[in-house]
């Protein structure tokens, strides 16, 4: 049985949280085949009650189990672990709900009589607790709601004003994701505007009320299509994504407020719009954390039901399109991977939240924090969105436009070239070899990362799943991710970076999430070591998922020999833990020397290490001062910055000396140009974005790497990065 299919179907059928546990615990009760499954959830006094309890079997005389399954849900709350008691006439397994290492619940599963749990049933509890956090948090939404009494209506916003409309106008924004796109604009968000001048569109009551009720079921029937979409294409975890909206499109109390509403003389676009609004602005009321994310999802909705209510037939879909909207909820991202739209433009939103992280994992070019983009464009409008620039051309001219589509064939162009390089081993036009790796972060850029020609991963992120999910996964699940890249590089080699979370790489809430502002702090490595279960864990997982297979671990943000060595520590109790066949006895340890302090030490570190390897998108950060996340900043960002090319030579030096291989896995590696001097530096290997592989090959093709070789003891004399650059420019290279 798969449990998340059943706790989805589960959500789509059953709509409060009352029944939504008489259902979850009945499902889980049978699937442990045990005699009784009971959930507790802490209430809002910090109080753990029970809430719902479901016989499978029969009760029998010996069901005076009530105390015992209270007092072991007791002892998981202090204990925060999956826990069990066997005795003669009963048997428990209990598990805590945690929601980002808070205990929100607990579930206690009962079997009468001697039964020995085994560890697989606490590894199948735990999985199933993980995936109770979202839907028991959906539904207290709803809870939430239904507690809270009613506000002022929402006064609708001015007309629109639309200044220089028709002309080609130039919006800026964040360069969130990177690529082009040119095409006609799509609104998710319905423009208040819109809506207020509804009363004058009004018909009879009877007949509003019945477009409310066709939106509606639209909106129900779109969300079940998107969620199957998802389930499809992504996995069911994330198809739970949508677990609110079905819940909130079920809620008795909405649906009444937005009748009453229509009875009082809205039209159904109002009573929809004033109706979610308000319960947008009552979810901002409640505080707790996870409900406060979840407006998103409402923002979402309103949109959803608006775009039918005020067009109902010829609502324009995604596909082919660019999509403009205030704010990005994960949601949103996935179904517009699923319908094929081209780009996404929002005014709201930096570069890391979960929606803009997803829509990089997928593809798709966005443009965010555009002020204004959403009071200058008409829906159909001609946009090209240029997201590697962060730039947003409104109604192009056809000077503009042929310049964009000129641009684009050119790309398409050498992409047909380049192509052609995927199945070649790089080596340089001189004949030296290259050992070309990709940086991943999710399942896709594993098939893009083989498709695309790569020797294996360089470095592999694993934060992804930590960032966009509410409980952080298990160790089945963590697994089973870890699983794929071997899928794909059944060889190896493949570098996996332990949790590397804070600075751009946060998760929301909750204490092992780093910080936002913790690009110099508490992040990475230092926040691991507050949750050394955190990292045993993941270790164990990486082991599992190799099984006999070579693994390699990478650490990052050393700053000193301490912590590498209680790294080191960690991970190796962490495999001492583990017996049986299954057992990692001696991965490869590599560490990424990303800060200044750590190139000091390169050499010490390399001796302790198996390979090094650079990090530059944090070496340039902390060396040069320059907020990645800035783009005031990224001018100054500048890998031919002498201090930068020095720090480098001397950790290829000191990794050499120690007789181990380094590698560069930041951005800077995917520059033709700059993979150059890397090479002539003596670095080993590069890891770079998958797609650019094979445009990097040929560049690596057509160059010589000799003559940057010998020019380089000059280069590294000079202190500054223009007589740097021009040096460089100098060297005949080309064959
Ligand atoms: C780096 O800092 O260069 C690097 C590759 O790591 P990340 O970009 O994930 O911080
Ligand atoms: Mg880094």
Redesign the pocket.
Known sequence: MNVTTELLEIVQQAHSLPRILDAATRVIGEWFRADNCSAFLLDEHGNLVLRASAASAPRGADDAGVEEISSIAQRVRAAQRVTTVTSRDLSLLAAPILRRDNLIGVLVVQSGGRREFSVRDQDDLATICVQLVGVVENARIVDALDREGSLPPRVTAPPLVQPNEGRERTLRGIAAVPGVAIGKAVFRVVQAPEVAIGPELRAPPEAERARASAAIEKTRNDVLRVQSAVARELDEDHALIFASHLLLLHDPILLKDIDQRIAQGSSAALAIDSALHELESKLGLVADAYIQERVDDVDDLRSRLLSHVLDADSRARFGGRIVLTNRIPPSLVVEMKTEGALALVTEKGGATSHGVLLARAMGIPAVTGVIDMLESTRPGDQLIVDGTHGVVILRPTADTLSRYEEQRARIEGLRTEHAKFRDVLAHTADGVRVSLLA?VAVASDLRDAQENGAEGVG?Y?TEFPFILRDGFPTLREQTKIYKKAYEFFPEGPVHFRIL?LGGD?FALGGPVSGSRDAFHGYRSIRVLFDHPNVLRDQVKALALAAGKRPLSILI?MVTSMEELRRVKSIIAQALADMNGAEAQKAPKIGV?I?VPAAVELAADIAREVDFLSI?????MQYTLVVDREDSRMAHLSDPYHPAILRMIARVVAGAHAAGKPVGV???VASRPDFAMVLLALGVDSLSVVPRVIPELKQALARARLEPVRRAMPRVLTLSDASSVVSALRSVRFAP
């Not at 990090?615 to 070496?619: K, R, S, V």
């Open positions: 940086n470095l992120r590397d790489k990052p990424m990303e990090g530059t998108n944090d070496l896995c930041g951005e």
